[in-house]
């Protein structure tokens, strides 16, 4: 499976205020998503990242707010704008058609753990 | 529209006893279904998953799952479950019938496996 890592881990931050979150993959993978998990609560899926284009966000996810680049098939960000309290979460990165594996399952990154304060 | 169904926020069992955390599903179509978990402060691990084939499917850490058409269910088993096995587990499905490769999450179910 592919290796997966997220940057920051952690972070606690002010209302109004912006953070990016990085997915990095240790090799090319055709697909990359992005999911919120709020506190005690399952995960959601916020959008696709598409590489070399717009994402495709869910029913109730916005460009505006969740701003996503894929510059390339083993990157990706996901920038949670003007930020509310409502917006702390985990923040899940996940990839499927990585080197060697098969299709159809989703493998994921630690998370980004987001306080907005 | 697809759906999951975890029945059970929550799961007790005493150690070395048999593990079984359900899970019921709708889709349009045909299912491809998915069992992960969750440890504290980690990531989603991936268990195990049903694509086609044998209903019986055999995953990580001597979890085991059964695909039941019928039932419109893909239950977690183990036969004899560990403390280690003390987690947060979801069940996820994907309509193959549907664009875009979208996993829909189940609400998780937390067992705690006592010693």
């Known amino acids: 499976s592919a290796v997966i890592s997220q940057k920051p881990s952690r972070d606690i931050c002010q209302r109004g205020t912006s953070l990016t979150i990085q997915c990095q993959v240790d090799?090319?993978?055709?697909?990359m998503f992005w999911y919120r998990q709020q506190p005690g609560q399952s995960l959601t899926l916020i959008a696709t990242?598409?590489?070399?284009?717009?994402?495709?966000?869910e029913s109730g996810f916005v460009i505006d707010k969740f701003p996503i680049s894929r510059p390339n098939l083993t990157f990706s960000t996901l920038t949670v704008s003007n930020m509310s309290p409502e917006d702390s979460s985990i923040y899940l990165c996940?990839?499927?058609?990585?080197?060697?594996?098969?299709?159809?399952?989703?493998?994921f990154g630690p998370g980004t753990r987001l306080t907005v304060l | 529209a697809q759906s999951v169904a975890q029945p059970e926020d929550q799961v007790n069992v005493a150690e070395g006893n048999p593990l079984t955390v359900k899970c019921t599903y709708s889709?349009?179509?045909?299912?491809?279904l998915f069992w992960y978990v969750q440890y504290p402060n980690r990531g989603l691990q991936f268990l195990l998953k049903y694509i086609t084939g044998d209903n019986l499917v055999k995953g990580s850490y001597g979890f085991e799952a059964e695909f039941n058409k019928s039932q419109t269910s893909f239950h977690l088993k183990k036969p004899s479950a560990l403390v280690s096995d003390s987690a947060l587990y979801f069940c996820?499905?994907?309509?193959?019938?549907?664009?875009?490769?979208?996993?829909?999450f189940g609400g998780g179910t937390r067992v705690l496996v006592k010693p």
């Open positions: 996940s990839v499927e058609g990585a080197t060697g594996s098969s299709y159809n399952e989703q493998f």
């Open positions: 889709v349009s179509g045909n299912p491809y």
């Open positions: 990242a598409n590489q070399g284009s717009e994402a495709t966000y």
């Open positions: 996820a499905v994907r309509d193959i019938k549907a664009a875009g490769n979208k996993l829909t």
């Open positions: 090799s090319q993978v055709t697909m």
